[in-house]
C-alpha cells in the first residue's frame, strides 16, 4: 500500500539550511514534500495556504532567529505564536543554534514540542525527524 508523503514545512532565513534540511529529510525511507519559507512571516502564510489546499504539515522545523538573513521582522517564537493561532494541533519543533538558550525556552513555550540542537549529526536529526514523522 502506498504511504501519502508526509508535509514537512522548513522555516529558516538561510536558504543554503533549508538546503540541508530538504537533502537530509530526502533520505529518510519515507515519502517526504518539503515546503519552505525564509521569513517568519512567510512561514505563518506558507502553513495557512497548506492547511487550505488540505496538504497541512506534518511537521513545521522552525529556526529560532528569522530576521538575519531573510529580511523578515518576526522570529521563531511570534511565528510559533501564530501558526498556533491558525492551528491549535500543529506540530512544531524548532531547530536552532540557539537552542541552550532562555530564547529557545520561550520557543517551547510558546508552543514548539521540543528545540533540537542545530548541532547534532545529521544522521541523528534524520532520525529523530523519522521518528516525529511515524504514523
Known amino acids: 500500500m502506498e ?19 530538504r537533502r537530509n529529510l530526502s533520505r529518510l525511507d519515507i515519502p517526504v514534500v518539503v515546503y519552505s519559507a525564509l521569513t517568519g512571516e512567510a512561514g505563518v502564510e506558507k502553513y495557512r495556504e497548506l492547511i487550505e489546499k488540505g496538504r497541512k504539515p506534518d511537521l513545521v522545523i522552525m529556526d529560532l532567529n528569522l530576521t ?8 521563531g517564537v511570534e511565528a510559533t505564536k501564530e501558526i498556533l493561532e491558525i492551528d491549535p494541533d500543529a506540530n512544531i519543533y524548532g531547530y536552532t543554534a540557539w537552542f541552550a538558550t532562555r530564547w529557545a525556552r520561550s520557543l517551547e513555550e510558546a508552543g514548539a514540542k521540543k528545540v533540537i540542537e542545530r548541532t547534532i549529526l545529521p544522521s541523528e536529526f534524520r532520525k529523530m525527524v523519522g521518528e516525529i514523522l511515524k504514523d
Open 3 to 21: 504511504h501519502k508523503p508526509k508535509v514537512v514545512l522548513v522555516v529558516d532565513d538561510e536558504e543554503t539550511m533549508q538546503d540541508l534540511i
Open 68 to 75: 538575519q538573513w531573510g529580511g523578515g521582522k518576526m522570529d
